[in-house]
């Protein structure tokens, strides 16, 4: 079969493919996204009928992946590594339930925070919930890793967790695919109470869930993917753990001799290979793409062993990922680097895209909060948040998904006022509208200002589950009809804008505005597609 | 043989399309590749890189060792510069002269132009104009990469062929002005 050029995020999705996967669930984020891309453009899977729809938020999509799952056919569910959050009641109760289809779970953890807010280490989320953990180490891997993936799900009845980072996802090799498979038919769990957590229920299968759990650690497959390279040398040992394992080849070259290398890539992890290691070697450096997860483990809570080195003793920095020159320097190589960046280069942050509605908004905004002073405008996560930079520097805060909404409930119960909620129309179905029926029900004296671009604009224009729905959701709610406005953010509008804008400040009550104009970068791209749809049928 | 390519410039200026047809051509030769994107919050008008590794060898590291870059393809003279701590020694810089001014502060083009040239292996173009003489303005990323075609380890016959492939869907005329301008851009770099 000819090799697919694939970026880590594709090799997934297509693995799922060809593993026979039944549906795949998401909410998009960054690095996670393209899984579910792919997936939605494959023919195969329209041909083969996978269901591929966008979730409202991570949870929604975790708990149709188990419902699928439930129903004897094979799921994927892909998010974020803070998406995991959301979803994280389904997922530390789906490893209690345990699953009947296989099901497969896919976190994409940032570190370095190049599109996020932290650097949460999803294994750690593995461990809590006491499934297995797979952390590919290239893109084939990843590949390879689903099919055993869907296997290890359906042979132990635990959901699986694939654990990536953003330059596994967001890098292309090739992919050398296997045969594919065809998806599970339909079938009940075999004990109807298996997924009723009623508390005599639950006690029994969590009991039997911390046995499993200790089982994993020897299973073959999972072991199978931590390799231990001897060596003669016993000066130092190394562990590395995922995409680590690349950064210490590329310096490796010529030495692979001079060091034993422990590389994992399956939790939980054996212990035998580590005391093997441990006990052979003056020192081990651990080498790990994220928290100090096995360096902290190998410590233990006295760390009286001086032998370990890691992040947890400056060897390697405490935050943000790896690279070549970092293991380097953990290693004690000497390195060339090259030249310095010269002092003519600037810093060129992102910004709103020329003729954004966001930015419209934001400057009918800025002059309406000019008479009230600062530190009165929550936000959320999406373009909109680039608000908080230069020209506009008006956002106050930024913290998790819906957050804007309650944050300014909150401040107002304090007695902020006016205090301002900016959340954009993708953000407000996904945590958005519990928020809005907290303030409902204390007619909180908040105004909220939905910036509705139809689509969601920062991962790429997904689809939004808010489209052309907003307005009915807020009346649903129970928005008062004479507070719920609707502006257009155009330039031309600005004074009418800020006048609308105004008034709601003013009312010492709950008030909703939906400023609804489509992303530039989608409405452009529909042009072009309507256009190329037009030419052809001509 | 393996090289190791920084594809820098500013999001949305086209610099994956230059990588995909590195990448093309690259597995038209049966190498191995590894191709490194930035996606999410960066495309938004900030600045994006690519880390592009062609090797006949197999490729660990995702991302190309500080000092280990043979060339860095900039379509952006200011960009080229962000990524030297990239460059191998020995290694070039190619780039367009065409500035991308989104930021308040953007640098003084004298200034500019006197950080490049001190940077020794370099080569300047202005690849806007060069392909709006073609008549295809949004070419001016295949100009760049036709600048940087001599230093790349392949024949050139091969990356004609990967941009016939990445842009056929789009048809004939367009397959054209793109090999028009790759051809253009290797000249204007006169090192046949």
Known sequence: ?538 | MKCDIILAGVGGQGILSIAATIGLAAVERGLFLKQSEVHGMSQRGGDVQSHLRISDSEIHSDLIPHGGADMIISVEPMEALRYLPWLAPEGWVITNSVPYVNIPDYPDMAELKAALEDNGNTVVLDADSIARDLGSPRSGNMVILGAASSFIPMPFEILEHAVQQLFNRKGEVVVDLNIQALRAGREAAGRE
């Open chain 1, 1 to 538: 079969m000819q090799k697919l050029l694939l970026l880590g995020d594709e090799a997934i999705a297509q693995a799922a493919l060809d593993a026979g996967m039944s549906g795949m669930y998401a909410y998009p984020g960054t690095p996670s996204t393209e899984i579910m891309e792919y997936i939605q453009a494959s023919p195969r899977a329209a041909a083969e009928g996978v269901r591929r729809e966008w979730s409202s938020n991570e949870k929604t999509a975790m708990e149709a992946a188990l419902g699928m799952s439930y129903a004897g056919k094979r799921a994927m569910v892909a998010m974020k590594h803070v998406g995991l959050n959301v979803a994280a009641d389904a997922f530390i109760n789906s490893a209690v339930t345990g699953v009947n289809g296989g099901l497969v779970v896919v976190a994409a953890d940032d570190p370095s925070m190049h599109s996020s807010q932290n650097e949460q280490d999803s294994r750690f989320y593995g461990r809590f919930a006491m499934v297995p953990v797979l952390e590919p180490r290239n893109q084939q891997e990843a590949y390879d890793m689903i099919f055993d993936a869907f296997d290890l799900s359906e042979k132990y009845k635990l959901p699986v967790l694939i654990r990536i980072t953003t330059r596994l996802a967001h890098s292309r090799a090739a992919i050398e695919r296997r045969d594919a498979r065809t998806q599970n038919s339909s079938s009940l769990p075999s004990d109807p109470r298996q997924f009723v957590l009623l508390p005599a229920i639950a006690r029994k299968q969590y009991r039997a869930l911390t046995g499993l759990y200790e089982k994993l650690r020897t299973d073959s497959v999972l072991s199978g993917y931590n390799r231990f390279a001897k060596s003669d040398s016993r000066k130092t040992g190394i562990i590395t753990c995922g995409i680590a394992y690349n950064y210490l080849l590329e310096n490796l070259e010529q030495h692979h001799d001079d060091f034993p290398v422990l590389s994992l890539a399956a939790y939980p992890v054996n212990s035998d290979a580590v005391a093997e290691l441990v006990e052979s070697c003056g020192r081990v450096l651990v080498l790990e793409e994220g928290y100090p997860l096995i360096e902290e483990q190998l410590r233990g809570l006295l760390d009286r062993d001086v032998k370990v080195a890691g992040r947890l003793d400056g060897t390697v920095p405490r935050d943000g990922e790896l690279n070549p020159a970092i293991v380097a320097a953990a290693m004690g190589m000497k390195k060339d680097s090259g030249k310095e960046v010269p002092a003519v280069v600037r810093q060129r942050l992102p910004s709103f895209c020329k003729g954004c509605g966001h930015a419209d908004v934001f400057s009918a905004l800025a002059e309406v909060m000019k008479g009230y002073g600062p530190g009165r405008v929550f936000s959320d996560i999406g373009c909109y948040t680039l608000g908080a930079l230069p020209p506009f520097n008006m956002v106050n805060s930024c913290v998790d998904m819906g957050a804007s909404v309650t944050m300014a409930v909150g401040a107002a119960d304090a007695g902020l006022f006016p205090a301002v909620a900016f959340i954009g129309d993708s953000t407000f179905t996904h945590s958005g509208m519990t928020g809005l029926l907290d303030a409902v029900i204390k007619d909180s004296p908040i105004t909220v200002i939905i910036s509705d671009n139809s689509t969601t604009g920062m991962t790429g224009g997904q689809q939004s589950q808010a489209t052309g729905r907003i307005e009915s959701i807020c009346l649903g709610l129970g928005v008062n009809p004479d507070h719920l406005r609707m502006i257009i953010p155009l330039r031309k509008n600005h004074e009418e804008n800020m006048a609308v804008i105004s008034e709601e400040l003013n009312h010492h009550g709950l008030s909703v505005i939906i400023a609804m104009r489509e992303c530039i970068q989608t409405a452009s791209r529909n042009k072009k597609a309507a256009a190329a749809k037009k030419s052809q049928t001509a």
